[in-house]
């Protein structure tokens, strides 16, 4: 069988296959491995491989579709990201959110940098990411209904606003529902607050994966105070 590595179809970060058993739909981050299995009726038919959707599932894209969004180049190795924290919590008027108070930080990527946002929610059921290094997963599902579709209206050439990178504390497996993701309003995530750095970001991250874990991780994020 041949490997293949998805694509995404659309500016949102996310590429629609077809699944045989139902008939339903699935849709995979970019650079999920598949692997095809054979091609009938002008469509292609595949394995989905790792990730956390759909693992294991048969599914399929016209041939058309998938000369175009399956590709033979993989990801690269472990991505880190480093975030350091940027003094206390200040108050800000977002042009997006309002009034927010915000803990804000330096994020360190790929030779780049970006002003996140660590939490703007204080009611006690939100808090800052603790200092330490964490795990930084692979993509859950689209969050589309969080509506991040305004910042990137506000921000051209923006893609894979709906794509979130979910967080293990500690750098455990385990999604503490925390993420890294785009925007100015942080429930304990690392939010991409400067809209405009986001993209690279976004491809630097789903670009990459941990080796050996089926998929399942994209780096480590340290956390210092």
Avoid at 61 to 66: G, P, R, V
Wanted: positive net charge; hydrophobic residues 40%.
């Amino acid at each position: 069988m041949e490997t293949r590595y998805t694509r995404r179809a659309d500016d949102l970060g996310w590429l629609s296959v077809r699944l045989t058993k139902g008939g339903g739909r699935a849709a995979l981050c970019e650079y999920t491995e598949v692997a095809i299995v054979r091609e009938a009726a002008g469509r292609t038919y595949f394995t989905i491989r790792d990730g956390y959707i759909a693992v294991g599932q048969e599914a399929s894209l016209s041939t058309a579709n998938a000369a175009s969004y399956l590709s033979k180049v993989g990801p690269g190795a472990a991505a880190k990201l480093v975030v350091t924290y940027t003094g206390v919590p200040v108050e800000e008027n977002s042009a997006f959110k309002g009034k927010l108070t915000q803990q804000w930080a330096r994020l360190a990527f790929n030779g780049q940098t970006a002003t996140v946002t660590l939490n703007s929610v204080w009611d006690q059921a939100f808090t800052p990411i603790p200092p330490g290094t964490h795990a930084i997963l692979t993509p859950d599902y689209s969050h589309a209904k969080t509506s991040t579709a305004g910042y990137a209206q506000a921000t051209p050439g923006m893609v894979g606003n709906d794509v979130w990178f979910p967080i293990g504390l500690n750098a455990s497996g385990v999604n503490s529902t925390r993420y890294v993701h785009v925007g100015h309003l942080s429930d304990g995530c690392v939010t991409v607050h400067e809209l405009g750095r986001w993209t690279a970001l976004y491809t630097y991250l789903i670009s990459h994966r941990v080796a050996g874990t089926s998929g399942k991780r994209i780096g480590s994020l340290v956390v210092h105070k």
